[in-house]
């Protein structure tokens, strides 16, 4: 079957109503994990142009799940548990089930005319922006999320405190934990352990086989799941957060959307995001399929931000989660600098100095990186919605980060900031390091030319050049300065990439490596609960 304009909701229910939801979601489950292994078998006519491993088949995959919550038969969920592993789909049929679902997906106007009328006045807010940022969402995979989540919601918050003791350290941790419900570390553990057995032959996740610590049954591996091991006492608390039965996914749909219509399911946001377990019987909620394994982790981005934002309080606000992204920003630099030497922060640079600043610079000899963080975030609601009322704040932000360190370096130049005298006559690049949800907009001619727009509006000064980093991306960059034995390599990278016309395709050169401070930290995480259990066992005996 190949995508049509003319597919129906009618034709959808149809095909779909067949299946048991456990069974399509253990086929999708197979799909994604045979795709990931290099299995490009699967003749989908929206994969035609693509290469195998592509993330593009992520979100199909998550979108056909959408439609399985919301369309297969439930006989199973309201009824004592059949377990019956005989009656899994081909391969035939999981594609036609995945072909119909991006029909759906791609052709049927479920959002408002009226509001998508709008999306033309801006290029920055176009049509296929608008459309395609939901669908990154579902394909975005890093490596680095377990060795981000320790390093900015752990110790960037605690080095925070450090340099300014009115950062409110205490509330912080209590709305962390009163979010995760456990200590950070055995949540991140839990994460691990669960993507590990969603990834396996066995991918169905059972008490049975991620059970209390106290039982002293451990893996030697946090990743081998081949057989009942433990993970931490947060599985809980981990599966409490992170899976849903169909009829909560739909009732959180309907609530996101404020409407109750067959349409619902498809236009809110795809609930794996926030639930990538999902419960298919109703008497065992202890038994979970994610369908996209990888969304476990990606969990700890969007969704978990979500949640810390929606516990801010006189105390913890919404600003105090924009500097501790800003320390985790300059954290990151220093760890990944290749002399090790701390970069200098905004409150260095403005001793003597009244104006604005940018949060870190560091010069490299021949030529000076202005660092500005703009945790650009929205909620997780708006981020859907089609009306670029709630897109102006993003923008602004952006505007503001390079406007701001265009001004501050002219300045510099003039010899106005003490600081950086001696750096004053080198050459300097800004680079603006947003929250945002992917390198389309950052990176996107559209975000360009939108900003350049709005500063000839503002008689903004001479800019020096400039690029916008997804976090994603300059948490790669990053990466890799770390592993090369060259201050300078940074700087060139970025000025290369800044003069570029497309700036993505000079970045999407830098390879993504499993090395580096981010995975040392995740790899010191599990060396670190693996030697405390071995010693549990010891004394045990």
């Known amino acids: 079957m190949k995508s049509s304009s003319t597919i129906s909701l009618k034709t959808v229910k149809k095909m779909f109503k067949p299946f048991p939801l456990d069974i399509v979601l253990l086929a999708l489950n197979r799909a994604y994990r045979k795709w990931l292994q290099g299995d490009n078998s699967y003749n989908l006519h929206i994969l035609k142009e693509c290469e195998q491993g592509n993330p593009l088949f992520y979100w199909i995959v998550a979108e056909t799940a959408r439609h399985a919550i919301a369309w297969c038969l439930k006989r199973r969920y309201n009824s004592p548990i059949q377990l019956n592993y005989g009656k899994a789909i081909t391969q035939q049929q999981i594609e036609q089930l995945m072909d119909v679902a991006m029909a759906v997906q791609l052709n049927l106007p479920v959002r408002s005319s009226e509001a998508m009328s709008h999306l033309t006045s801006d290029p920055f807010l176009d049509t296929g922006c608008r459309l395609w940022l939901p669908q990154y969402l579902l394909q975005r995979s890093s490596q680095y999320r377990i060795g981000q989540t320790i390093l900015l919601y752990k110790?960037?918050?605690?080095?925070?405190?450090?340099?300014?003791?009115?950062?409110?350290?205490?509330?912080?941790?209590?709305?962390?934990?009163?979010?995760?419900?456990?200590?950070?570390?055995?949540?991140?553990?839990?994460?691990?352990?669960?993507?590990?057995?969603?990834?396996?032959?066995?991918?169905?996740?059972?008490?049975?086989?991620?059970?209390?610590?106290?039982?002293?049954?451990?893996?030697n591996s946090i990743y081998d799941s081949h057989s009942s091991g433990v993970i931490t006492p947060s599985i809980t608390p981990v599966i409490?957060?992170?899976?849903?039965?169909?009829?909560?996914?739909?009732?959180?749909?309907?609530?996101?959307?404020?409407?109750?219509?067959?349409?619902?399911?498809?236009?809110?946001?795809?609930?794996?995001?926030?639930?990538?377990?999902?419960?298919?019987?109703?008497?065992?909620?202890?038994?979970?399929?994610?369908?996209?394994?990888?969304?476990?982790?990606?969990?700890?981005?969007?969704?978990?931000?979500?949640?810390?934002?929606?516990?801010?309080?006189?105390?913890?606000?919404?600003?105090?989660?924009?500097?501790?992204?800003?320390?985790?920003?300059?954290?990151?630099?220093?760890?990944?600098?290749?002399?090790?030497?701390?970069?200098?922060?905004?409150?260095?640079?403005?001793?003597?100095?009244?104006?604005?600043?940018?949060?870190?610079?560091?010069?490299?000899?021949?030529?000076?990186?202005?660092?500005?963080?703009?945790?650009?975030?929205?909620?997780?609601?708006?981020?859907?919605?089609?009306?670029?009322?709630?897109?102006?704040?993003?923008?602004?932000?952006?505007?503001?980060?390079?406007?701001?360190?265009?001004?501050?370096?002219?300045?510099?130049?003039?010899?106005?900031?003490?600081?950086?005298?001696?750096?004053?006559?080198?050459?300097?690049?800004?680079?603006?390091?947003?929250?945002?949800d992917s390198d389309y907009r950052a990176l996107h001619s559209h975000t360009k030319k939108a900003i350049d727009t709005r500063w000839k509006d503002i008689n903004a000064p001479l800019p020096i050049p400039w690029l916008i980093l997804a976090i994603d991306r300059y948490e790669q960059i990053m990466t890799q300065w770390s592993q090369i034995n060259d201050a300078k390599w940074l700087g060139n990278i970025l000025w290369k990439a800044a003069k570029a016309e497309n700036p993505k395709q000079i970045l999407d050169e830098i390879p993504v490596i499993q090395e580096g401070p981010l995975c040392a930290e995740e790899e010191a995480l599990v060396t670190k609960f693996k030697k405390e259990v071995e010693q549990q066992k010891i004394s045990k005996k």
């Open 240 to 436: 409490k957060l992170l899976s849903a039965s169909p009829h909560e996914i739909l009732e959180k749909a309907q609530q996101q959307l404020g409407r109750n219509d067959e349409f619902v399911m498809i236009d809110a946001p795809n609930p794996l995001l926030s639930y990538p377990l999902i419960q298919p019987f109703s008497d065992r909620p202890d038994y979970l399929i994610a369908p996209v394994p990888h969304l476990l982790a990606e969990w700890l981005y969007e969704p978990f931000i979500d949640k810390l934002f929606s516990k801010c309080n006189g105390i913890f606000t919404n600003k105090h989660l924009s500097e501790i992204f800003e320390e985790y920003v300059g954290l990151l630099a220093e760890l990944c600098s290749p002399d090790h030497q701390p970069w200098i922060h905004e409150s260095d640079l403005q001793k003597g100095y009244s104006n604005s600043v940018v949060d870190w610079v560091k010069d490299l000899d021949d030529m000076v990186i202005l660092i500005d963080a703009k945790r650009t975030f929205m909620e997780n609601v708006k981020r859907y919605r089609s009306l670029p009322d709630d897109w102006e704040d993003p923008v602004d932000y952006l505007v503001k980060g390079v406007h701001q360190a265009a001004t501050f370096w002219n300045n510099v130049k003039k010899g106005k900031v003490p600081a950086l005298l001696k750096s004053r006559n080198k050459p300097a690049i800004a680079v603006i390091v947003t929250h945002m």
């Open 155 to 219: 110790k960037a918050s605690e080095r925070r405190q450090q340099r300014d003791h009115r950062f409110p350290l205490s509330e912080y941790n209590s709305i962390l934990s009163s979010v995760l419900g456990c200590p950070l570390d055995f949540f991140l553990l839990s994460c691990l352990q669960l993507q590990g057995i969603s990834l396996s032959n066995n991918p169905c996740i059972t008490f049975q086989r991620a059970i209390p610590i106290d039982d002293r049954k451990y893996d």
